[in-house]
């Protein structure tokens, strides 16, 4: 059964302080996801992390991937108390008996909390 | 609209009774997906729809649970004899080809009484 786990769940962070949560997952994807969910709202999608080795950025956050490790990282710069949410990532692993499509496995998600 | 449009918003239901949740995705996404989302948890995958192909059902926990989609068009999921277990927002979402990113509409909370 694949698991998608990330550390930390809960994250208190000091504005302009850096800080990374981790995301392990336990089978092989082509392709892994970062989304960030305010309260009551829905997901919005940050990331999407199709190789090994890919990086990417948007403004203050920034996410890995290492398909080797089975890993990818989201790492906060500096941060803001816009940046208060939770924070998910969630591996693609595809459908029912190898069929290609967005089957996502999601983390329990780190909840973030930015105080001055 | 613009975005994945769900109704209702919230929903109060007693246990026993059957509701039926909507989803009206983005027009011209032929991927649709339901999710499940318990308070304080990740969402799990439910059903996963795709044009007029046969519905990936793998994620449904009972069979109470059912879904329908019409085309490329709404769908709805319907929980039959709701348990209070069931209580949840469930969230739809669309993508416009199968391995497409997908976007959530805002849910439907479901609390079970």
């Known amino acids: 059964e694949l698991k998608v786990e990330q550390n930390p769940l809960f994250l208190s962070m000091q504005e302009g302080k850096n800080y990374t949560i981790y995301c392990n997952y336990s089978t092989t994807s082509d392709r892994l996801y970062w989304y960030r969910q305010d309260p009551g709202k829905s997901l919005e999608s940050l990331f999407v992390?199709?190789?090994?080795?890919a990086v990417k950025q948007e403004g203050r956050l920034m996410a890995s991937l290492d398909t080797k490790a089975r890993l990818s990282t989201l790492h906060i710069t500096a941060a803001v108390h816009d940046l208060s949410a939770t924070y998910f990532c969630a591996v693609d692993t595809g459908g029912a008996g190898g069929t290609s499509y967005g089957k996502l496995t999601f983390g329990q998600g780190t909840i973030l909390t930015v105080h001055p | 609209g613009a975005g994945v449009s769900q109704s209702p918003s919230n929903k109060v239901t007693e246990k026993g009774k059957d509701v039926e949740l909507r989803c009206d995705p983005i027009s011209g996404h032929t991927a649709l997906y339901w999710y499940r989302q318990r308070l304080g948890q990740g969402l799990e995958f439910l059903i996963y729809?795709?044009?007029?192909?046969?519905?990936?059902k793998s994620g449904l926990p009972s069979d109470r649970f059912s879904a329908e989609r019409t085309g490329e068009s709404v769908s709805t999921l319907t929980i039959q004899r709701t348990q209070q277990e069931d209580s949840a927002v469930y969230l739809c979402?669309?993508?416009?080809?199968?391995?497409?990113?997908?976007?959530f509409g805002e849910g439907s909370r479901l609390t079970v009484l």
């Open positions: 729809f795709q044009g007029n192909s046969a519905p990936d």
């Open positions: 979402a669309s993508s416009l080809y199968p391995k497409g990113e997908l976007f």
């Open positions: 992390l199709l190789s090994n080795g």
